[in-house]
C-alpha cells in the first residue's frame, strides 16, 4: 500500500515536471533528443531515490542537480565524446519573437564548456543564488562565480561577432 502511494506521488511530481526539467536539459546539452535521454536518467535516478528525495524540502532543486551531474559526468566520460548519433542541424527552430536572436543565443550557449554552461543556465535560467548553483553543482560557490563570468564573457564575445543584417534596400 506504501509503495503505490510512492510510486503514485512520484508520477505526479514526474508528470508535472518533466516539460521544466527537459527545458532545462536542453539548454545544458543544446540537442532535444539528448535533453531527453539526460530526463531520462534522472527520472530514473530519481525513482531509485525517492524515498529520500520526498523528505527534501525542495524536490526541483534536488532533481536539477541530479540532472545537471548526469550531464557532467557525461562529458567527463570518453563516450559522450565519441558517439554522435544526430547530424549538428538536426533540430528544428523553435518559435519565439525573436527568432534569429534566440537562435544566436543557443548556438553561443553550446560553444561554451560544459561546466560554463551549466552555471550560465543554472543562475540565469533557473535562477538560481550563487550558493544554489554551488551545491547544485557540488563544488564551491568561488568556482560558480568563476565559471559564471568566463561563460558570460565568452557569451559577449560569440555574440558581438556575430553578422548583423543591413534594413532592406540600404545600399552596401
Not at 96 to 124: E, F, H, K, M
Request: with cysteine; net charge positive.
Amino acid at each position: 500500500m506504501a509503495e503505490r502511494r510512492r510510486d503514485a506521488e512520484f508520477t505526479e511530481y514526474v508528470t508535472a515536471r518533466s516539460s521544466w526539467l527537459r527545458k532545462v536539459a536542453y539548454l545544458l546539452c543544446g540537442d532535444w533528443h539528448h535533453a531527453d535521454d539526460l530526463v531520462q536518467t534522472t527520472i530514473t535516478k530519481l525513482y531509485t531515490n525517492w524515498r529520500r528525495a520526498e523528505g527534501i524540502e525542495n524536490v526541483d532543486g534536488y532533481a536539477r542537480a541530479i540532472l545537471v551531474n548526469t550531464f557532467l559526468a557525461e562529458q567527463r566520460s570518453m563516450w559522450g565524446r565519441r558517439v554522435v548519433l544526430r547530424a549538428a542541424d538536426d533540430d528544428p527552430a523553435a518559435l519565439s519573437p525573436d527568432v534569429d536572436t534566440a537562435l544566436d543565443l543557443r548556438a553561443a550557449l553550446a560553444r561554451l564548456p560544459p561546466r560554463q554552461r551549466a552555471t550560465v543556465v543554472l543562475r540565469y535560467y533557473c535562477d538560481l543564488s550563487v550558493e544554489q548553483a554551488a551545491q547544485a553543482m557540488s563544488c564551491s560557490p568561488g568556482n560558480v562565480k568563476s565559471q559564471t563570468s568566463r561563460g558570460i564573457d565568452a557569451l559577449r564575445r560569440f555574440l558581438e561577432t556575430r553578422p548583423v543584417a543591413s534594413p532592406e534596400g540600404a545600399q552596401q
